[in-house]
T-cell receptor, first 118, second 110 residues
Framework: GAVVSQHPSWVICKSGTSVKIECRSL??????MFWYRQFPKQSLMLMAT?????????EQGVEKDKFLINHASLTLSTLTVTSAHPEDSSFYIC??????????????FGPGTRLTVL | GEDVEQSLFLSVREGDSSVINCTYT??????LYWYKQEPGAGLQLLTY?????DMKQDQRLTVLLNKKDKHLSLRIADTQTGDSAIYFC??????????FGSGTKLNVKP
Protein backbone atom coordinates (compact mmCIF):
# COMPACT_ATOMS: atom_id res chain seq x y z
CA GLY A 1 0.00 0.00 0.00
CA ALA A 2 0.83 3.73 0.10
CA VAL A 3 1.86 4.09 -3.53
CA VAL A 4 2.35 7.45 -5.19
CA SER A 5 2.57 7.72 -8.96
CA GLN A 6 3.72 10.56 -11.18
CA HIS A 7 2.93 11.17 -14.80
CA PRO A 8 4.75 11.57 -17.03
CA SER A 9 7.96 9.94 -15.87
CA TRP A 10 9.93 12.06 -18.31
CA VAL A 11 9.12 14.88 -20.69
CA ILE A 12 11.04 16.91 -23.21
CA CYS A 13 9.58 20.20 -24.34
CA LYS A 14 10.51 23.32 -26.23
CA SER A 15 11.35 26.53 -24.48
CA GLY A 16 8.26 28.66 -23.90
CA THR A 17 5.78 25.81 -23.63
CA SER A 18 3.96 24.70 -20.48
CA VAL A 19 4.22 21.27 -18.95
CA LYS A 20 1.83 19.62 -16.50
CA ILE A 21 3.00 16.95 -14.07
CA GLU A 22 0.50 14.84 -12.16
CA CYS A 23 0.98 13.30 -8.74
CA ARG A 24 -1.50 10.68 -7.59
CA SER A 25 -1.87 8.74 -4.38
CA LEU A 26 -3.13 5.41 -5.64
CA UNK A 27 -4.40 3.63 -2.55
CA UNK A 28 -4.80 6.32 0.06
CA UNK A 29 -6.14 9.82 0.47
CA UNK A 30 -3.81 12.71 1.00
CA UNK A 31 -4.88 16.13 2.17
CA UNK A 32 -1.34 17.36 1.79
CA MET A 33 1.10 16.80 -1.03
CA PHE A 34 4.54 18.28 -1.44
CA TRP A 35 6.50 19.19 -4.54
CA TYR A 36 10.27 18.95 -4.56
CA ARG A 37 12.90 19.78 -7.13
CA GLN A 38 16.16 17.93 -7.38
CA PHE A 39 19.14 19.12 -9.39
CA PRO A 40 21.74 16.59 -10.51
CA LYS A 41 23.78 15.27 -7.61
CA GLN A 42 22.00 17.57 -5.20
CA SER A 43 19.41 17.29 -2.51
CA LEU A 44 15.68 17.67 -2.76
CA MET A 45 14.48 21.19 -2.26
CA LEU A 46 10.93 21.74 -1.19
CA MET A 47 9.13 23.98 -3.66
CA ALA A 48 5.61 24.09 -2.27
CA THR A 49 3.06 22.45 -0.04
CA UNK A 50 -0.20 21.60 -1.73
CA UNK A 51 -3.37 21.35 0.35
CA UNK A 52 -6.56 19.88 -1.05
CA UNK A 53 -9.12 22.55 -1.75
CA UNK A 54 -6.91 25.52 -0.93
CA UNK A 55 -4.03 27.49 -2.37
CA UNK A 56 -0.56 26.05 -2.27
CA UNK A 57 2.08 27.45 0.06
CA UNK A 58 5.30 28.23 -1.77
CA GLU A 59 8.78 28.26 -0.32
CA GLN A 60 10.81 31.41 -0.44
CA GLY A 61 12.30 32.03 -3.86
CA VAL A 62 9.82 29.82 -5.75
CA GLU A 63 7.73 31.76 -8.27
CA LYS A 64 4.09 30.84 -7.80
CA ASP A 65 3.14 32.17 -11.23
CA LYS A 66 5.82 30.01 -12.80
CA PHE A 67 4.98 26.82 -10.95
CA LEU A 68 1.22 26.49 -10.74
CA ILE A 69 -0.08 23.92 -8.29
CA ASN A 70 -3.61 22.57 -8.18
CA HIS A 71 -4.75 20.03 -5.59
CA ALA A 72 -8.26 19.33 -6.79
CA SER A 73 -8.95 16.09 -4.96
CA LEU A 74 -7.68 13.97 -2.11
CA THR A 75 -5.69 11.83 -4.53
CA LEU A 76 -4.41 14.25 -7.16
CA SER A 77 -2.11 17.25 -7.25
CA THR A 78 -0.72 18.80 -10.42
CA LEU A 79 2.30 20.99 -11.00
CA THR A 80 2.34 23.07 -14.16
CA VAL A 81 5.62 24.62 -15.23
CA THR A 82 4.56 27.61 -17.30
CA SER A 83 6.63 29.07 -20.11
CA ALA A 84 9.38 26.59 -19.41
CA HIS A 85 13.01 27.54 -19.99
CA PRO A 86 16.15 25.41 -20.02
CA GLU A 87 16.94 26.41 -16.43
CA ASP A 88 13.69 24.71 -15.38
CA SER A 89 15.13 21.38 -16.48
CA SER A 90 15.25 19.22 -13.38
CA PHE A 91 13.89 16.17 -11.62
CA TYR A 92 10.58 16.95 -9.97
CA ILE A 93 9.41 14.70 -7.15
CA CYS A 94 6.12 14.79 -5.31
CA UNK A 95 5.21 13.27 -1.99
CA UNK A 96 1.92 12.69 -0.22
CA UNK A 97 1.04 12.56 3.43
CA UNK A 98 -1.81 10.15 4.18
CA UNK A 99 -5.03 11.44 5.65
CA UNK A 100 -4.77 8.69 8.25
CA UNK A 101 -1.23 9.54 9.19
CA UNK A 102 1.23 7.10 10.56
CA UNK A 103 2.79 8.14 13.83
CA UNK A 104 6.08 9.02 12.23
CA UNK A 105 4.81 11.72 9.88
CA UNK A 106 5.86 9.79 6.84
CA UNK A 107 5.51 11.19 3.38
CA UNK A 108 5.30 8.72 0.51
CA PHE A 109 7.29 9.74 -2.52
CA GLY A 110 6.52 9.43 -6.19
CA PRO A 111 9.11 8.10 -8.64
CA GLY A 112 9.83 11.55 -10.03
CA THR A 113 9.47 13.30 -13.39
CA ARG A 114 12.49 14.23 -15.44
CA LEU A 115 11.84 17.52 -17.28
CA THR A 116 14.17 18.59 -20.06
CA VAL A 117 13.55 21.94 -21.72
CA LEU A 118 15.28 22.48 -25.03
CA GLY B 1 15.89 26.98 6.09
CA GLU B 2 17.39 24.20 8.15
CA ASP B 3 20.88 22.87 7.51
CA VAL B 4 21.22 19.13 7.13
CA GLU B 5 24.67 18.05 6.03
CA GLN B 6 26.14 14.79 4.81
CA SER B 7 29.40 13.71 3.28
CA LEU B 8 29.02 13.27 -0.47
CA PHE B 9 30.66 9.91 -1.10
CA LEU B 10 31.40 6.62 0.62
CA SER B 11 33.05 3.58 -0.93
CA VAL B 12 33.13 0.18 0.76
CA ARG B 13 33.79 -3.41 -0.19
CA GLU B 14 31.02 -5.95 -0.34
CA GLY B 15 30.53 -7.60 3.04
CA ASP B 16 31.95 -4.69 5.02
CA SER B 17 29.85 -2.33 7.14
CA SER B 18 28.94 1.12 5.84
CA VAL B 19 28.43 4.10 8.10
CA ILE B 20 26.79 7.19 6.67
CA ASN B 21 26.78 10.31 8.81
CA CYS B 22 24.50 13.31 8.97
CA THR B 23 24.42 16.48 11.05
CA TYR B 24 21.50 18.81 11.51
CA THR B 25 21.01 22.16 13.15
CA UNK B 26 17.45 22.30 14.44
CA UNK B 27 17.04 20.73 17.84
CA UNK B 28 13.25 20.80 17.56
CA UNK B 29 13.18 17.94 15.04
CA UNK B 30 10.50 15.41 15.84
CA UNK B 31 11.55 12.61 13.55
CA LEU B 32 14.68 11.87 11.58
CA TYR B 33 14.71 9.63 8.55
CA TRP B 34 16.94 7.79 6.19
CA TYR B 35 15.85 7.48 2.57
CA LYS B 36 17.42 5.56 -0.30
CA GLN B 37 17.35 6.76 -3.89
CA GLU B 38 18.36 4.55 -6.77
CA PRO B 39 19.25 6.09 -10.15
CA GLY B 40 16.31 7.80 -11.82
CA ALA B 41 13.92 6.80 -9.06
CA GLY B 42 12.10 8.43 -6.19
CA LEU B 43 12.87 8.06 -2.53
CA GLN B 44 12.32 4.91 -0.52
CA LEU B 45 12.03 5.17 3.24
CA LEU B 46 14.58 2.89 4.90
CA THR B 47 14.04 3.71 8.52
CA TYR B 48 13.21 6.51 10.89
CA UNK B 49 13.87 7.40 14.49
CA UNK B 50 11.91 9.47 16.92
CA UNK B 51 13.90 12.33 18.36
CA UNK B 52 13.76 11.00 21.93
CA UNK B 53 15.42 7.73 20.97
CA ASP B 54 19.15 7.02 20.88
CA MET B 55 19.25 3.95 18.71
CA LYS B 56 17.06 1.89 16.46
CA GLN B 57 17.92 -1.40 14.80
CA ASP B 58 16.08 -2.91 11.86
CA GLN B 59 17.68 -6.02 10.38
CA ARG B 60 20.92 -4.86 8.73
CA LEU B 61 20.27 -1.22 9.53
CA THR B 62 21.25 0.54 12.74
CA VAL B 63 20.43 4.19 13.34
CA LEU B 64 22.25 6.13 16.05
CA LEU B 65 21.10 9.54 17.20
CA ASN B 66 23.20 11.89 19.33
CA LYS B 67 20.89 14.75 20.17
CA LYS B 68 23.53 16.69 22.04
CA ASP B 69 25.77 16.83 18.99
CA LYS B 70 22.85 16.82 16.52
CA HIS B 71 24.41 13.86 14.77
CA LEU B 72 22.63 11.00 13.05
CA SER B 73 24.23 7.95 11.52
CA LEU B 74 23.12 4.96 9.50
CA ARG B 75 25.08 1.75 9.68
CA ILE B 76 24.50 -0.93 7.07
CA ALA B 77 25.89 -4.30 8.08
CA ASP B 78 27.16 -6.77 5.49
CA THR B 79 26.85 -4.24 2.68
CA GLN B 80 25.81 -5.69 -0.66
CA THR B 81 26.20 -4.37 -4.22
CA GLY B 82 22.45 -3.81 -4.24
CA ASP B 83 22.94 -1.26 -1.48
CA SER B 84 24.73 1.05 -3.92
CA ALA B 85 22.57 4.18 -4.09
CA ILE B 86 22.29 7.68 -2.72
CA TYR B 87 21.23 7.90 0.90
CA PHE B 88 19.48 10.99 2.23
CA CYS B 89 18.92 11.89 5.81
CA UNK B 90 15.98 14.13 6.54
CA UNK B 91 14.37 15.78 9.51
CA UNK B 92 10.80 16.80 10.05
CA UNK B 93 9.76 19.64 12.28
CA UNK B 94 6.33 19.02 13.70
CA UNK B 95 4.10 17.53 11.06
CA UNK B 96 5.02 19.79 8.24
CA UNK B 97 8.12 20.15 6.16
CA UNK B 98 10.93 17.78 5.53
CA UNK B 99 14.49 19.06 5.18
CA PHE B 100 16.88 16.84 3.34
CA GLY B 101 20.63 16.50 3.42
CA SER B 102 22.64 16.63 0.23
CA GLY B 103 22.79 12.86 -0.02
CA THR B 104 25.67 10.42 0.32
CA LYS B 105 26.50 8.30 -2.68
CA LEU B 106 27.39 4.82 -1.50
CA ASN B 107 29.49 2.75 -3.87
CA VAL B 108 29.86 -0.93 -2.99
CA LYS B 109 32.75 -2.68 -4.68
CA PRO B 110 32.50 -6.44 -5.27
Amino acid sequence: GAVVSQHPSWVICKSGTSVKIECRSLDFQATTMFWYRQFPKQSLMLMATSNEGSKATYEQGVEKDKFLINHASLTLSTLTVTSAHPEDSSFYICSARPLDRFSYNEQFFGPGTRLTVL
Amino acid sequence: GEDVEQSLFLSVREGDSSVINCTYTDSSSTYLYWYKQEPGAGLQLLTYIFSNMDMKQDQRLTVLLNKKDKHLSLRIADTQTGDSAIYFCAESLGEDKFYFGSGTKLNVKP
